[in-house]
T-cell receptor
Framework: ETGVTQSPTHLIKTRGQQVTLRCSSQ?????VSWYQQALGQGPQFIFQYYREEENGRGNFPPRFSGLQFPNYSSELNVNALELDDSALYLC???????????????FGPGTRLTVL | GDSVTQMEGPVTLSEEAFLTINCTYTATGYPSLFWYVQYPGEGLQLLLKATKADDKGSNKGFEATYRKETTSFHLEKGSVQVSDSAVYFCALSDRTGNQFYFGTGTSLTVIP
């Protein structure tokens, strides 16, 4: 069984650029969630995708957008990068349908984004 | 809005000591509560959870009880080991099940 994988591992961008991060969910999982973790902080929920639809969103501006594909993999896109977007971006997958209450999330190793 | 507050770290304990990491929450209705752990060099993983008031979650010798009257979900372990050294995150899922909130994390170091 393959776990959650994310690419790339590290990324350096400059302010104003756009970035796409990728996540492959664990086998059999149909839901993907994205989180932003600043250094020394807990992860902050960005959004969740279930069956290719956004199923919940945290307090992030519209320049953070996502996609989920028929194979349940997902992308996180961030436009007009700002210095404060520098963080570790985590992807988590879960099965059993959308919603967090009863479905365990399995986290990937993250993508470290640095914005200069 | 909903939120989680957990005790500041870092925490350093000797092996076999008793551990408590405090966690309190603010939420509308009845959230589900979780503890996640991040071991050095590894990804976040679920440690335990409780989905309704008075439920006790337990795993690997760790326990936490969902206390609605005190809005708390404190993590406890009777005798910590060096291998328990990690960062621990308290978290909640709101009553809709579509929002998730983590605390800031508490770093635990257990020394032999």
């Amino acid at each position: 069984e393959t776990g959650v994988t994310q690419s790339p591992t590290h990324l350096i961008k400059t302010r104003g650029q756009q970035v796409t991060l990728r996540c492959s969910s664990q086998s059999g999982h149909n839901t993907v969630s994205w989180y932003q973790q600043a250094l020394g902080q807990g992860p902050q929920f960005i959004f969740q995708y279930y069956r290719e639809e956004e199923n919940g969103r945290g307090n992030f501006p519209p320049r953070f957008s996502g996609l989920q594909f028929p194979n349940y993999s997902s992308e996180l896109n961030v436009n007009a990068l700002e210095l404060d977007d520098s963080a570790l971006y985590l992807c988590a997958s879960s099965g059993g349908g959308g919603g967090f209450s009863y479905n365990e999330q399995f986290f990937g190793p993250g993508t470290r984004l640095t914005v200069l | 809005g909903d939120s989680v507050t957990q005790m500041e770290g870092p925490v350093t304990l000797s092996e076999e000591a008793f551990l408590t990491i405090n966690c309190t929450y603010t939420a509308t209705g009845y959230p589900s509560l979780f503890w996640y752990v991040q071991y050095p060099g590894e990804g976040l993983q679920l440690l335990l959870k409780a989905t309704k008031a008075d439920d006790k979650g337990s795993n690997k010798g760790f326990e936490a009880t969902y206390r609605k009257e005190t809005t708390s979900f404190h993590l406890e372990k009777g005798s910590v080991q060096v291998s328990d050294s990690a960062v621990y995150f308290c978290a909640l899922s709101d009553r809709t099940g579509n929002q998730f909130y983590f605390g800031t994390g508490t770093s635990l170091t257990v020394i032999p």
